[in-house]
């Protein structure tokens, strides 16, 4: 099982990034997918979540308007297309797939928002 997230970086304030997790050895489709943020002393937070089928979609408070979360269950990918980004978007991004009796994570790509 792999989920590997690319597309991190640093990026100025109001700028857009999109992030990608590209998964393996898992029937992706089954699996709701999540995106978690995790900043410097803070705990990790749920920031995007898409059931198996994108049927249902839910944000954090902090992101709705700004980030949208996709999957492509055919190329096994989910996407966190993040807008307008914040000095306070800065963290480490966390890819995650989830159902009944399994919780995979990702290894996490770094997000700087800084002038």
């Known amino acids: 099982v792999q989920l590997v997230e690319s597309g991190g970086g640093l990026v100025q304030p109001g700028r857009s990034l999109r992030l990608s997790c590209a998964a393996s050895g898992f029937a992706f489709s089954s ?5 978690y943020r995790q900043a410097p002393g803070k705990e990790r937070e749920l920031v995007a979540t898409m ?9 954090a408070d902090s992101v709705k308007g700004r980030f949208t979360i996709s999957r492509d ?4 990918e989910t996407y966190l297309q993040m807008n307008s980004l914040r000095p306070e978007d800065t963290a480490v991004y966390y890819c995650n ?5 399994a919780d995979y994570w990702g290894r996490g790509t770094q997000i700087t928002v800084s002038s």
């Open 31 to 35: 699996y709701d997918m999540n995106w």
């Open 51 to 59: 059931s198996s089928f994108g049927g249902r979609i839910n944000y």
């Open 73 to 76: 269950n055919i190329k096994k």
């Open 97 to 101: 797939a989830r159902r009944v009796r």
